[in-house]
């Protein structure tokens, strides 16, 4: 139920779905427990409450123990605590979580196809870093590498990957291929999700920002306001990107 809805974009029914669980510590085993906070930080995180978001991930962590079978388990916190760190630019930080996701993921025991994903993601916000800290040559290396795991694998979430590709390219001046991975980006997100999904607000944000930087102003408040309407959709009045498309 939790994973239904919050792929459908209500994570505040998400959030009600998990919550039950934290009730039943005393009944099930700490993994259950360990997965209700990580999803919860989760739920946090996209909402903008970035010190609750942390903390579920903290509990997460405490109850999983650091032995082998558990490694890829914690990799994925890992994953999801660097967020927390980017978000407040704590940078270095960040990329120490990464890197210990990383270590985890490659190893070649782990063969499974559901860890290539978790691999890809741990590249693709690694490259987001880079592109926070203008190592843009660092960024678009690893941005492609989490490209082509995600399309060689046929791995979900290669619109994220677009979409930061678009951006760096962006920054380096080479619009067309900025222009392309713009368009991937929503194409994607579109025929998977739907035009209101939530995530398609942060392609047009970005989009906007480069077609303004163009001179293309009729397209850039198009854009922003299509960010707008999708924010308000699923956010409410009161949230932070509701605030940045205003």
Same mark, same amino acid.
């Given at each position: 139920?939790?994973?239904?809805? !919050?792929?459908?974009?209500?994570?505040?029914? *998400?959030?009600?779905?998990?919550?039950?669980?934290?009730?039943?510590?005393?009944?099930?085993?700490?993994? !259950?427990?360990?997965?209700?906070?990580?999803?919860?930080?989760?739920?946090?995180?996209? =909402?903008?409450?970035?010190?609750?978001?942390?903390?579920?991930?903290?509990?997460?962590?405490?109850?999983?123990?650091?032995?082998? /079978?558990?490694?890829?388990?914690?990799?994925?916190?890992?994953?999801?605590?660097?967020?927390?760190?980017?978000?407040?630019?704590?940078?270095?930080?960040?990329?120490?979580?990464?890197?210990?996701?990383?270590?985890?993921?490659?190893?070649?025991?782990?063969?499974? &196809?559901?860890? =290539?994903?978790?691999?890809?993601? *741990?590249?693709?916000?690694?490259?987001?870093?880079?592109?926070?800290?203008?190592?843009?040559? #660092?960024?678009?290396?690893?941005?492609?590498?989490?490209?082509?795991? &995600? =399309?060689?694998?046929?791995?979900?979430?290669?619109?994220?990957?677009?979409?930061?590709?678009?951006?760096? !390219?962006?920054?380096?001046?080479?619009?067309? /291929?900025?222009?392309?991975?713009?368009?991937?980006?929503?194409?994607?997100?579109?025929?998977?999700?739907?035009?209101?999904?939530?995530?398609?607000?942060?392609?047009?944000?970005?989009?906007?920002?480069?077609?303004? #930087?163009?001179?293309?102003?009729?397209?850039?408040?198009?854009?922003?306001? /299509?960010?707008?309407?999708?924010?308000? &959709?699923?956010?409410?009045? /009161?949230?932070?990107?509701?605030?940045?498309?205003?």
């Amino acid at each position: 139920s939790f994973r239904t809805l !919050y792929n459908s974009g209500d994570f505040i029914g *998400a959030e009600k779905c998990i919550l039950p669980v934290l009730d039943l510590q005393k009944k099930v085993p700490g993994k !259950y427990l360990a997965a209700a906070y990580n999803n919860l930080g989760i739920i946090k995180m996209i =909402l903008g409450f970035y010190t609750e978001a942390l903390d579920y991930f903290n509990k997460a962590e405490n109850l999983t123990p650091n032995i082998k /079978k558990n490694y890829t388990v914690l990799a994925t916190i890992y994953n999801n605590k660097s967020r927390i760190y980017t978000f407040r630019r704590s940078y270095s930080t960040a990329i120490e979580f990464l890197e210990k996701a990383i270590r985890i993921f490659q190893n070649p025991e782990n063969q499974d &196809k559901s860890l =290539l994903l978790n691999l890809s993601t *741990a590249y693709l916000n690694l490259g987001i870093i880079y592109y926070e800290i203008k190592d843009y040559s #660092s960024a678009l290396e690893t941005l492609e590498k989490s490209s082509r795991l &995600k =399309l060689n694998n046929n791995l979900p979430q290669t619109e994220l990957t677009f979409l930061n590709l678009a951006k760096t !390219y962006a920054q380096t001046g080479n619009s067309d /291929k900025a222009e392309e991975y713009f368009t991937r980006s929503l194409t994607t997100m579109n025929s998977k999700f739907g035009g209101n999904y939530y995530r398609m607000a942060e392609v047009f944000f970005d989009y906007g920002l480069f077609l303004r #930087s163009a001179g293309r102003n009729a397209e850039a408040i198009e854009a922003h306001s /299509k960010a707008l309407s999708i924010c308000l &959709k699923n956010y409410g009045e /009161k949230h932070t990107l509701v605030s940045l498309s205003l």
